[in-house]
């Protein structure tokens, strides 16, 4: 093979990193690698058993580290290319992803004071126990008027730094003062990479809550006196533009990775965000949404507005010179797995052994022979709580209309169908905004059901793209790699050359986009009457919960 220059993009995921060598040229993609988490995600114990409560997950950042250490270089090897000829490395994360450090960038969890303090750890974007703060920062940031809380729908995240910040002040607060730096991991693993903490523009924009500046101390300090420094101690740093380069390849982390010393290191980003322009989706009113385990939905427009439940509008946060939207669904890979996993009779994974094909993909065989409504169901998508629109993580799952002769396909494809609904919600938004989508762009693990992609076009009634790759966020890295290194002037002129898309490959029938009409009507009247007020059941179904296993 002719020495051409590489990048490297590296995804980090939910449960694994996945890296992939990329040609400058053209976007090819050479040689790919994945490494699991190898303590995965802890929602119910630390690593050394200390039990954790509720609606927490944490990571161990040394495990995104192994993903430099293995990935990288089995990606480099799948390739068949020299190494010498990677010109530079572009990484994404999760968000919003949190790590406590102290002032040289060492996750306080490495300590040996903090070793069984769970607080001490990484806490991943699923983590929903600090919704009690994050209902406070809402109900005084409306109480006051905060200019800024618009930007964010009206509300602001459980997920996001500043809830989580005030729960770690709240209940460790020997944690809170040893840390010098609360870093989205995004930027702790470029930190990692060239020894500079760089802090991205994205994150600080979508989940730190920076428009033109942070809330103000004062702000701070009536959420907790002990919060006013905040900002300004543990928070605020130099922002790193989506592109440009955060440093150099240190020689701790080429010899690591396997690639040269002083290569450039782009500044962190975000994945979803990442694959916006790797599906070539540069344009207003082309939403791409990244489903996984979660999705994320993002996309660019012309002009600024405010959309309810909206997780964020950045200027330039996707493409320079357009308002980058963000929303999202909370669970959804997750659900689908959790059912599998929790639900299905012994007899479904004895057959789908026999035929050598998941438990997942017989589900969906069997469910793809259905009619639409022919199991005589309607579920609610909020068993990991709801992102958007509400924005609410109290809120639960629910699937109504069982009876003795359901069967696991029905509630699976029920279960399908509402994440479409959840998805139907959030375009409606924007579109009742003066935002209108007119494409729906999909990436991501979940793109591979063909009776999934189905609903989703059926339901929404809008053609679905498919992205090119099946590495959306790592191509996207890599993408913004070359960028970082100047083999292109700006993001927009990389997705031209590197970005790939299949235009239309799922569109909408006409007799089923009428038959869901009608089922996303009663999704609709669940969705308001559980999530809006009018029955607070969940709420307290969940506060109940707490208190019988004394959380309270």
């Not at 490297?8 to 939910?14: C, I």
């Not at 694959?275 to 996309?299: D, W, Y």
């Not at 169908?417 to 007119?438: K, L, N, W």
């Not at 009507?521 to 506060?543: S, W």
Request: hydrophobic content about 45%; proline content about 5%; some cysteine.
């Amino acid at each position: 093979m002719a020495s051409e220059p590489l990048v490297v993009g590296v995804d980090f995921g939910t449960l694994s990193g996945r890296a992939v060598v990329v040609r400058v040229r053209d976007g090819a993609e050479l040689g790919t690698a994945v490494h699991d988490y190898g303590h995965g995600v802890l929602d119910r114990a630390l690593p050394d058993g200390r039990p954790l409560p509720p609606d927490w997950a944490l990571q161990v950042p040394r495990d995104y580290v192994d993903v430099l250490r293995t990935a990288v270089p089995a990606a480099i090897a799948d390739a068949g290319v020299d190494p010498a000829d990677v010109i530079g490395i572009g990484t994404d994360f999760t968000a919003c992803t949190m790590v406590p450090t102290t002032e040289d960038g060492t996750p306080l969890n490495e300590l040996p004071e903090f070793a069984g303090e769970p607080h001490a750890y990484v806490k991943l974007w699923k983590h929903h126990a600090a919704q009690g703060q994050a209902d406070r920062i809402n109900q005084l940031a409306e109480q006051r008027g905060e200019t800024w809380l618009p930007r964010y729908g009206g509300l602001i995240s459980s997920e996001w730094e500043f809830a989580k910040g005030l729960q770690l002040l709240e209940e460790a607060p020997e944690v809170y003062a040893a840390m010098a730096h609360w870093v989205e991991a995004a930027d702790w693993i470029v930190w990692q990479l060239c020894g500079t903490y760089a802090r991205n523009a994205c994150t600080a924009g979508y989940k730190g809550i920076h428009q033109d500046g942070y809330p103000s101390t004062d702000f701070l300090k009536a959420l907790n006196p002990d919060f006013a420094g905040f900002v300004a101690d543990k928070l605020d740093h130099p922002l790193g533009r989506l592109g440009d380069r955060a440093g150099s390849l240190t020689a701790a982390a080429a010899a690591w990775t396997g690639l040269p010393e002083g290569i450039a290191v782009a500044v962190g980003n975000v994945d979803a965000h990442v694959t916006a322009p790797a599906a070539r989706a540069v344009e207003p009113g082309q939403m791409v949404a990244i489903m996984g385990t979660s999705t994320c939905h993002v996309m660019n427009a012309d002009v600024l507005r405010e959309v309810p439940g909206m997780c964020g509008v950045v200027e330039g946060g996707i493409v320079p010179g357009l308002w980058g939207y963000e929303s999202g669904q909370s669970g959804v890979g997750d659900i689908f797995a959790w059912f599998v996993d929790h639900n299905v009779p012994p007899q479904y994974h004895e057959q789908a052994r026999e035929r050598g094909i998941s438990v997942h993909e017989l589900l969906t065989e069997l469910a793809g022979r259905q009619r639409i409504g022919e199991h005589g169901l309607v579920a609610l998508d909020w068993h990991s709580g709801n992102r958007s629109v509400l924005v609410d993580h109290e809120l639960s799952g629910l699937v109504l209309g069982q009876t003795l002769a359901t069967r696991a396909e029905d509630t699976y494809r029920a279960l399908l169908e509402a994440t479409a609904y959840g998805t139907r919600v959030i375009v409606d938004s924007y579109t009742d905004a003066g935002i209108p989508v007119t494409e729906l762009v999909i990436a991501g693990g979940l793109v591979k059901n063909r009776l999934l992609m189905q609903i989703y076009a059926d339901v929404l009634d809008l053609p679905l793209s498919v992205i090119g790759s099946e590495q959306g966020p790592a191509l996207g890295s890599a993408m913004h790699a070359a960028v970082a290194a100047g083999a292109y002037a700006d993001i927009r002129a990389a997705a031209g050359a590197m970005g790939s898309v299949r235009r239309g490959v799922y569109r909408p029938v006409p007799e089923h986009v009428a038959a869901y009409e009608r089922l996303f009507v009663e999704y609709q009247e669940l969705h308001d009457h559980f999530g809006r007020g009018a029955n607070e059941v969940m709420h307290r179904l969940k506060a109940l919960r707490r208190a019988a296993k004394g959380e309270d």
